[in-house]
């Protein structure tokens, strides 16, 4: 079997696992469940369609949270450690994408310069990790905070520092959903309360706020004197 074959082999896995949380969570019929079932009964092969998952997961730009819900289905609540591991491995691609590229970019787009520039400034002010973990907290889409991180140009090891600090919530909102897959069938799944979403929202505003005030309200134009 050449490489191509396993590479697709592990897309067309990683498209099938998602396929099946996605129904399961939101029709939540049985047909759904009984495949990922028999997929959670062999943690090994589990385990390589959710490797096949995280691998596609940005290139078709799925939710984080839909991985998380396959990790919660598999593993339960020990796999929360899981979670957060896939979820950062799963920010590399848009990461490393934009930070190859943030050069060419910011020469070519003016939107770019301006909104990398604001980031890079956000980023000294609050420091690499906070900045990242707390955008994070916010109800952004995962990849544009891996772009825009990219972009400023913060550094690897406080991106995923700042990465795996700031999904870790939606991490055990996503792991929650999954657990509860099978009680989703009978109908016995409450909502997700706004009010955790808002108090994470809350947190991340807060942790930006100070940077935020310093970088940008709090500067001072220079004097023409």
């Known amino acids: 079997m050449n490489r191509w074959s396993v590479a697709a082999g592990y897309a067309l896995a990683g498209i099938a696992l998602a396929a099946l949380v996605t129904v399961a969570w939101v ?26 998952l995280t691998a596609v997961r940005p290139f078709l730009a799925w939710p984080t949270t839909l991985l998380s819900a396959a990790v919660g289905f598999g ?29 060419r970019a910011r020469a070519d787009f003016g939107v770019a310069d301006r909104l990398c520039g604001a980031g890079e400034r956000l980023a000294d002010a609050a420091g690499g990790i906070r900045a990242v973990a707390a955008t994070r907290l916010l109800p952004l889409p ?31 909102l996503g792991i929650a959903v999954g657990a509860s897959l099978d009680r989703l069938a009978g109908g016995d799944l409450a909502a997700v309360d706004p009010t955790v979403l808002a108090g994470m929202a809350g947190a991340g505003a807060l942790l930006l706020a100070g940077p935020f005030y310093r970088t940008f309200v709090g500067e001072k134009p220079a004097s023409t004197a």
């Open 27 to 52: 029709a939540s019929p049985d047909a759904a469940l009984a495949p990922l079932t028999w997929l959670a009964d062999h943690p090994v092969r589990f385990g390589v369609a959710l490797l096949a």
């Open 75 to 103: 593993y339960g609540w020990a796999g929360v450690p899981v979670g957060v591991a896939l979820v950062t491995l799963t920010a590399l691609p848009p990461y490393a994408l934009a930070r190859s590229g943030r050069t």
């Open 142 to 172: 995962s990849d544009a905070v891996s772009l825009v991180a990219g972009g400023s140009g913060i550094r690897l090891r406080p991106f995923l520092v700042g990465t795996a600090v700031g999904e870790l919530p939606w991490v055990i």
